[in-house]
């Protein structure tokens, strides 16, 4: 049973920085890509990056290219996301889930989601 979590959360100003990360268990972590989403309230679940399972290709939306940055230790069965320079239309809930296959940004190829984590930015 593969288990994903997501921390690393909070309230931050505009502006600021956060760094989350998600802790993969169950199987083998270096042999999957991994993708982040967040999804705010009223509005469904969207894309944020992927990382490819060599940490060599990663992917991400427009509204965050530039400012977010996704990572990944596999040694630690870990995948990062650095969040820089954010701003209020940022705040979301956060999740990490293990990609399948197919188009990147599609949530319906990803499953083994995690709870996820309440990033909130403050104007």
């Known amino acids: 049973q593969v288990q994903l979590v997501e921390s690393g959360g909070g309230l931050v100003q505009a502006g600021g920085s956060l760094r989350l990360s998600c802790a993969a268990s169950g199987r083998t972590f270096s042999n999957y890509a991994m993708g982040w989403f967040r999804q705010a309230p009223g509005k469904e679940r969207e894309f944020v990056a992927a990382?490819?399972?060599?940490?060599?290709?990663?992917y991400y939306a427009d509204s965050v290219k530039g400012r977010f940055t996704i990572s990944r230790d596999n040694a630690k069965n870990t995948v990062y996301l650095q969040m820089n320079s954010l701003k209020p239309e940022d705040t979301a809930v956060y999740f990490c889930?293990?990609?399948?296959?197919?188009?990147?940004?599609?949530?319906?190829?990803?499953?083994?989601w995690g709870q996820g984590t309440q990033v909130t930015v403050s104007s």
């Open positions: 990382v490819s399972w060599s940490d060599i290709n990663t």
């Open positions: 889930a293990e990609f399948l296959g197919g188009l990147y940004y599609s949530s319906q190829n990803y499953h083994y």
